[in-house]
């Protein structure tokens, strides 16, 4: 949904976010739409070491104790080529019923995005502001039933232009600030919680190794992106990663 960073089916992975539920959409075709869901995750499995390593084999179930439920609403062109979306999503995690422990995360997390997408000859830009809030506690331990205040955010800006050139060569840049924890001793949270987002679009290759994920970051950067067909894309960035 929307930008892909808080809700998104990966692209680059063989293992995907998927979900079991309901969900409804309305629109009126050019003009809004809006979808609302309630759904309970898939989670993968087996997802404990040992069972991993004896080559054990188990289907894929929802984890019922779980509940992400949200409204996204998208609105076109409500200033002559600016779009923009506002949206509401709910996580209630419960403990599995294989009995492996969460972190038992109620979030809250509520955003704004206002764009415009990119075309040859014009500048573009994207702003996506994110709040986030509620209670998750420190760890899984069975033992870990102190709910911590969750309070995050996460702030999204880039700006670029496309040239009117062969292959619509676009320059831009970029920069994400997300917050991480304060203080890992103190009563409350701030590390920003992705949810269900992609990284890889917008760190780089990074599915496997995992080396940056949308929280604890301030990171600013640079892209260059071609299109030598219309079925073809390929694009060369640079960032700088710092932590928040």
Known sequence: MGSRRLV??????????SFDGLKVRVLDYDNWQFNAFITMPVGRYPNVAEQLLNDEHRFDEPESNTW????????????????????????DEGDRDDRSQTRNRRYFTPGVRVYMKPSKGQFDFQLETIG???????????????????????????AG????????PRVALEYDYVSGDEDPNDKSDQRFDTLFGARRWEYGPTGIYGAFARSNINTP???????PRSDVQASIGHRFFLVS
């Open 68 to 91: 992400f439920s949200g409204g996204f609403l998208e609105v076109y062109d409500f200033i002559p080529g600016v779009s923009g979306e506002v949206y509401l999503y709910h996580l």
């Open 8 to 17: 998104a089916r990966n692209a680059f992975r063989n293992t995907i976010n």
């Open 161 to 168: 232009y496309t040239f009117s050139l062969p292959w619509s």
């Open 221 to 227: 950067g640079y892209r260059l992106s071609v299109a």
């Open 132 to 158: 986030q809030l509620g209670t998750v506690r420190a760890t899984t331990a069975p033992t870990d039933s102190e709910n911590l205040t969750h309070e995050a955010w996460a702030q999204h800006a880039d």
